[in-house]
């Protein structure tokens, strides 16, 4: 396993690239399960998940071949397989959005119950009530769900929460389905915009994307060509805090500001300044930083995914934020790794206290999820002395080599390789 060692307290100057989006290529490249002809696929983020993805759709039947230099994923199709095996889907519980395109083009799926993240319960119930809407039956065979159906039939449904992955799932299988498809209360995140836009260049006719109803009428068949994967709205805004938390300035290239607005008022809020040039945006912190208080939402909220990082910058706030974790239960796992580099939290339920210090120091930290791992990083670039990240094969499932992008604007940071 493999830690960071980080010498902090070097203010980041320079500029950094963003990725494509994790979060936007994992339903976009298994929704051409749905598809019917080669499809090319470009800004594919070279991440741990992302390969996973690659062996669940090899797995699944098709062919794809992953030229993660230049970021290409190729797929063909072939005869599909229904089953997705739980080996792969407990690495990445994003695997079941293979369950809407399987049921859409076969009729039947097999596919483990996912394991992912550790922050939390993260139930499927939305997306099974969804499908057997649509006329699915599924039952639970030792481990895994089993849905079947003659063919999905267009229906209206209103989900309980505005889940991503449910409206992910839903608008896959639908857009071959028989018939009309009306999803309310659906997610609005821009990523689900991506693959409803990505769905649309292939010749599907998915309407409201990125609004709380979306429309989706069914076509015969899917045939894609070519499709570049909107940048990452979360490492861009993870870089946005890395200019913040270390006093420099970042020109953080390809950031998607508009997917970030809630970001970024916060970090403003925060003492920081945006100035959006061709290309990206220079983010800068002129003084200290200003404590601020923050409530997780469904977009257009505050995401979830980038509590962890404002909180390592909230600690070194020259005053007290709040922190509402609305989203996941468990998701204050970075808290006590932070007060063990001296930071001031207290958690209670879902919420979160955090009483600014003067100074981080470095310590020995254990990452314990994706963004957790993300927050311990910005903490350890910005505290005084040497800070070790343990376990941070989650943070490769999000972040493409974060240590080398990080060391190119100054940051002095190293990779070792630890036996367990
Ligand atoms: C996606 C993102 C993840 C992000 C999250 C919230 C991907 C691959 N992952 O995860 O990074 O943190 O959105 O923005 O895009 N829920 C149910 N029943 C369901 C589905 C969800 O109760 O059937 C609950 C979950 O437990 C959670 C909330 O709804 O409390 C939101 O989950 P959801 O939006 O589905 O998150 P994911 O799609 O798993």
New binding site residues.
Partial sequence: MDKLIIEGGTPLEGAIEVNGS??AA??ILLSSILLESPQTFRNVPDLRDIHTTRKLLELLGLHCAYDCERHEMRMEPGPLVPEAPYELVRTM??SVLCLGPLLARLGQAKVALPG?CAI??????????GFEKMGASFELEQGYIVGRCDRLRGAEITL???????T?NLIMGASIAEGETVLHNA?R?P?IVDLANFLNSCGADIQGQGSSTITVRGVPKLIGADYAVMPDR?EAGTFLVAAGITGGRLFVKNCPMQALEAVVLKLQAMGMAFREEDGGVWASIDGPIQPCDLKTQ??PGF???MQAQLMAMMCLASGTSMVDER???NRFMHASELVRMGARISITGHSAVVRGVPKLIGAEVMASD?RASASLVLAGLAAEGTTQVRRIYHLDRGYERIENKLCKVGAKIRREHEID
Avoid: C, S, W
């Fill in positions: 994790k979060n994992l339903p519980r994003a992912g939390g319960a993260r139930p499927v119930d939305q997306h099974l009530k309980d929460m505005p889940t991503v992955g449910g992910e997610a995140e990523e979360i469904p977009y995401p979830t995914d989203i996941f239960e994706l």
